[in-house]
């Protein structure tokens, strides 16, 4: 899996468990949670989702969050990059 190739995610969790719970399908909402609660035990959460942040077009889970949930993070910080 390329997203994962990145240094900083060595020894990520989602790393360890695979990318099945981190791109689920619209409707998949226990999939989405079961992401958001292994980000929140990860060491690299922050990193993550800083990485995120900077590509609108990224899709799925990323340090915890959701793409819409990063949409609305930007816009109201102004980091549009």
């Known amino acids: 899996m390329e997203w994962i190739a990145k ?8 790393a360890e468990i695979g990318s099945e719970f981190f ?3 619209r409707h998949e909402t226990d999939k989405v949670r079961i992401a958001k609660r ?3 035990r990860c060491d690299i959460k922050q990193k ?3 990485y995120a942040l900077k590509d609108p077009e990224l899709r799925g889970v990323w340090g ?3 793409q ?13 990059s």
């Open 48 to 50: 993550c989702l800083d």
């Open 23 to 25: 791109f689920p399908e």
């Open 64 to 66: 915890g969050t959701t």
């Open 7 to 14: 240094d900083f995610w060595k020894g990520a969790l989602c």
């Open 38 to 40: 292994i980000c929140d």
């Open 68 to 80: 819409q949930q990063r949409y609305k993070i930007r816009n109201r910080s102004g980091r549009w």
